[in-house]
């Protein structure tokens, strides 16, 4: 049997996976409505998040990492609201 390797995603293809696919799903999956509230996720922290947390050469890794900080946003906006 043979070994056959496979390369994952680049740097550049996770980034563009993870502005048009999973950052805007992770965004409606948080409740959070795009424009209503003011936040941004810098192009720094993406790099940051891809580089040094996503070291994986899939995708499932960053769209777990990236629903997490949705949803700590939405929780962070949702607890202001109420204070």
Known sequence: ??????????HNEKKF???????????????LKPGEHKFRITKEVK??????????????SL???????CEKIAFQIVETDNA
Not at 2 to 8: L, M, P, Q, R, V
Not at 17 to 31: K, N, T
Not at 47 to 60: L, M, T
């Open 1 to 10: 049997m043979e070994i056959i390797k496979i390369a994952g995603y680049t």
């Open 17 to 31: 996976i993870l502005d048009q696919y999973l950052l805007p799903r992770a965004i409606e999956h948080a409740g």
């Open 47 to 60: 790099d940051y998040i891809i580089k040094d947390y996503a070291r994986e050469p899939g995708v499932r």
């Open 63 to 69: 769209k777990k990492y990236i629903t997490r900080i």
